[in-house]
């Protein structure tokens, strides 16, 4: 953060102090949420959680050397009292934000793959200037402000990840810290039901490109239609990026190599480059064409940006997290959580690396789809099975349409199981699994379904099953 005293703090946050001895005692960050992660210059956020409430912790966080806690009553301790403890840290860094005219804001949305991109756009950007990155899924009205509170004067680039649970909420995180960029990647099913369908999620995520300024550049997504169409809600300068033709910043022959990782021409109007993903599954050409599309507008030079795709990892855990293990099994954590979009990805990547091997999914439920679930549940199960794997493991009650969907398909071979949860999938992998197996996981993030994973490679034992890697 950069350094402000206890008094400006209030003073922009609508603060009252409440046993500060001494009001100009200055913030130097970081900002935190948790009490373990305090230390000198801290500022402590307290939260109500849903186990514990944050307030009980203001003391040990001003122990570990936080400065004061932002709270909604007095802690004890120096605190800063304020009514919305989420809503004075979106005002602490719009704060921060206004004193950093030399600082660029990235903001990045979609139903899938922001993470993926965001990670993508950061490791780009580091290797020019000082780069802040939201951490894992920072992406809500308290991620934000966490995240846009750990730049400093030194900050050249913010990337920021962008959610939306309902309308309105882009358009407040795009008030914390004003996006000069942003980059819509494509509307999907993720939280279908909150929303009420597609072109409600579409509205919500428009927002973005609407929030933008008329020098600023929006990045759209030319492959998803109702993406394309929110070039009419921007004032700022629109860059297409896709597979299709008419995108200006595209993907030429696509291909994927034998491990399941796609590589392509990145076409741009500065030139072309050869590309080679290190990450899994076809689904990310979409995500680098929009980090690329993000960074050419920020000036790098197109054999930059290819190259820094090619060296760029997966940064954040359980998005097709792929482990070897020594029985020759690989195992693919994608986890982290599941949407229709996601999974036909995920799928359609496993099939790609399994190319001759026997495939199999572990699949779990999709929250938050309203009154579709069943059927976008039952089309996953004719997927998976369309797709020619060597097994689907379904796992819980409320993923049982996939079997439905799976056995709807005439002339599948493969094997077909219903579990009641996650030890009982590994038992029946355990039983399976054989030298060249590829094995996918994956279900909405609230099914922990990495716990499937974690086992089989033996990073975490499951109910005494034991692990293979170990
Ligand atoms: N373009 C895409 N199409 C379909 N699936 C995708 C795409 N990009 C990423 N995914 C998959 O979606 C899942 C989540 O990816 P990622 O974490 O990047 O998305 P996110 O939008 O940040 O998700 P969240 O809303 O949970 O923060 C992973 O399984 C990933 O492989
Ligand atoms: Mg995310």
């Known amino acids: ?32 949420i948790d009490s373990r992660e305090a230390g000198q210059g801290s500022l402590f956020a307290a939260l109500p959680g849903t186990r514990t409430d944050g307030h009980e912790f203001a003391a040990a966080a001003v122990r570990a050397g936080a400065v004061a806690a932002l709270a909604t009553r007095p802690t004890g301790g120096p605190a800063l009292i304020v009514p919305d403890v989420p809503a004075a840290l979106g005002r602490l860094a719009r ?14 949305t979609g139903s899938a793959g922001k993470t993926t991109t965001k990670d993508l756009t950061a490791q780009l950007l ?14 809500n009205e308290i991620g934000h402000p966490l995240t846009v509170l750990r730049v400093t004067g030194r900050t050249r680039y913010l990337v920021s990840e962008l959610a939306a649970r309902g309308p309105g909420h882009i358009t407040q995180l795009c008030q914390i810290a004003p996006p000069r960029l942003g980059a819509v990647l ?29 020098d600023g550049v ?28 008419a995108a200006q910043v595209r993907a030429d022959e696509v291909r994927s190599d034998e491990a399941g990782r796609a590589g392509f021409i990145l076409v741009t109007p500065a030139g072309s480059a050869p590309v080679q993903l290190q990450l ?9 064409l929009a980090a690329a599309a993000l960074v050419l507008q920020l000036d790098m030079p197109v054999a930059d940006v290819a190259a820094g795709l090619c060296a760029a990892v997966a940064r954040s855990r359980w998005r097709m997290e792929v482990t070897q293990l020594p029985d020759g099994v690989t195992v693919v954590n994608d986890a982290y959580n599941a949407n229709p979009d996601s999974v036909r990805a995920a799928i359609a990547a496993l099939a790609a690396m399994a190319h001759g091997r ?25 997927q998976a099975a369309e797709a020619g794997l060597a097994g689907l493991i ?28 996650a030890p009982a999938a590994v038992r029946t992998l355990q039983e399976r699994l054989r030298d060249g197996d590829v094995v996918l996981v994956k279900a909405s993030h609230s099914i922990h379904l990495e716990r499937v994973a974690l086992a089989l490679t033996g990073e975490q034992p499951i109910d005494g099953a034991a692990g293979r890697g170990s």
């Open 1 to 32: 953060m950069i350094p402000l005293s206890l008094a400006e703090v209030a003073q922009v946050t609508d603060a009252l102090l409440a046993e500060v001895p001494d009001p100009a005692a200055l913030i130097t960050g970081p900002v935190v």
């Open 95 to 108: 704060a921060v934000v206004d004193r950093l005219p030399g600082l660029t804001v990235i903001g990045i």
């Open 126 to 139: 580091e290797t020019v200037a000082p780069t802040v990155a939201a951490r894992d899924s920072f992406n």
């Open 186 to 214: 494509c509307v999907g099913h993720a939280h279908a039901g909150e929303f009420g369908g597609l072109e409600a999620i579409a509205l919500a995520k428009g927002e973005l490109p609407a929030a933008l300024p008329p």
């Open 218 to 245: 929006a990045v759209l997504n030319a492959d998803d239609h109702r993406v394309a169409a929110m070039a009419a809600r921007t004032r700022a300068r629109v860059v297409t990026f896709g597979r299709s033709a």
């Open 280 to 288: 899994y599954g076809e689904h990310h050409v979409h995500n680098a």
């Open 358 to 382: 026997r495939g199999f999914a572990v699949l779990g439920h999709m929250t938050e789809l309203g009154d579709d679930a069943d059927r976008l549940h039952e089309q996953i199960g004719a």
């Open 394 to 421: 379904v796992v819980g009650e409320q993923a049982a349409p996939m079997l439905a969907g799976a056995k709807g398909v005439p002339g599948w071979r493969g094997e077909l199981h219903h579990v009641p949860d």
